[in-house]
Each structure stands twice: as C-alpha cells, then as structure tokens.
T-cell receptor, first 111, second 116 residues
C-alpha cells in the first residue's frame, strides 16, 4: 500500500520569495512520485515526476523536487514565486496499479 | 493535451435518482480512473480499470459502480444519489510504464455534481 502526506494545507508567500511545499510518502514498493498543479475550475496537470535515476527532478514553470529515500520525502520548490503560481498543488505516489494523492496544499502569492 | 472528455460537466439532481457520468478518451490508454475531489480530502479514488471489462474498487467505492465495455469509455454510475455524493468528479487516464506500473495521469476537466 502507498500513501502521501502533505504538510500544510495552505502556504502564503510573497512574490519573488521561495516556494517550498512538503510531501512525505509511504510505499511498499519503489515509488514513482508526482507533483500536480490545479488552477481554479480546471483539472490537474503534471508539474514533474520521479521514476528512477536522478533524484533532483526539474519540471515546468521553474519548479523542481528532490527525491530523498532516507527521509521518504519529495518536497517541491521554486526559487522565486510568481503571481501565476497561485494554485493548489498535489503530491502523489504510484503503487502497482493506482496513484494515491495527498490532501493538497493551496498556495497564495502576495504582491 | 490528452484527449479526455467528461460529460456532463455540470449536473444537479435529487436524492434517490440514478446518475451516470461518462469519460471518453481518444488516447487508447490502458488505465482509466474515477476520482472525487472534496475540500480537505484531495483526490480519492472511487474505481479504476486496467482494461476492457477489468475494473476494481478504490478507497471510496460504496454507492458507485463502473463499467468499461470499450477501451475509450469508462462510465461511473450512482445508482441512487445521496447528498454525500455532491462533489467534483475527475476522470483520469494512464498508460503503463515498461514495468507495468501506471505512468503519469492525464485528467479530464471534471464533472461537478450537486445532489439536492
């Protein structure tokens, strides 16, 4: 079985500041890990994914995440927040057949 | 964009009535999923399919059934809708990786269901 815990349901950052969203996972098999973003009234779209290989993964819109097996973490970062980053972000872990999602973190960006 | 169409996009119905949501894909992907999204709960898996006529339950399957008679269509049915099933429903598709594990999911636009 697999599960994901996202720490913090809401994060508020100033424009230009670091964005850090935390995700810890539990998986009985080597995990595939994902971050998705959801803008208002839209479906989810993939930001980035980790399958195998390099543990630092770069995604779209300047986001990146690092897989740390020893910490069972897959935190998402962006060095400088932009107003367009305001959205809800979901971490997910893939098991043998299905993905399990965290509860989501809503990001607001202050001007 | 992945070719996924959900219908209807919005529906208001009354308690006790049957409701069917349709997901149609043009990608020929093996896996199809139905999730519901509720505030504070993220996305929870209702049912999924790993092939034609091959379906299985997710974590919140009570009160829902599914069918997949063709690769491209995955139907979600609420036999007798209840107010607790008011939610936004998302269909997703995925193709398997080389190891058989599903890869990334591609999501539809969602179907907003209100049960009065």
């Amino acid at each position: 079985a697999q599960s994901v815990t996202q720490l913090g349901s809401h994060v508020s950052v100033s424009e230009g500041a670091l964005v850090l969203l935390r995700c810890n996972y539990s998986s009985s098999v080597p995990p595939y890990l994902f971050w998705y973003v959801q803008y208002p009234n839209q479906g989810l779209q993939l930001l980035l994914k980790y399958t195998t290989g390099a543990t630092l993964v770069k995604g779209i819109n300047g986001f990146e995440a690092e897989f740390k097996k020893s910490e069972t973490s897959f935190h998402l970062t962006k060095p400088s927040a932009h107003m367009s980053d305001a959205a809800e972000y979901f971490c997910a872990v893939s098991g043998r057949v299905k993905l399990s999602f965290g509860a989501g973190t809503t990001v607001t960006v202050r001007a | 964009d992945a070719g996924i169409t959900q219908s209807p996009r919005h529906k208001v119905t009354e308690t006790g009535t049957p409701v069917t949501l349709r997901c149609h894909q043009t990608e020929n992907h093996r896996y199809m999923y139905w999730y519901r999204q509720d505030p504070g709960h993220g996305l929870r898996l209702i049912h999924y399919s790993y092939g034609v006529k091959d379906t299985d339950k997710g974590e919140v399957s009570d009160g829902y059934s599914v069918s997949r008679s063709k690769t491209e269509d995955f139907l979600l049915t609420l036999e007798s809708a209840t107010s607790s099933q008011t939610s936004v429903y998302f269909c997703a598709i995925s193709e398997s990786t080389g190891g058989g594990t599903p890869g990334e999911l591609f999501f539809g636009e969602g179907s907003r269901l209100t049960v009065l």
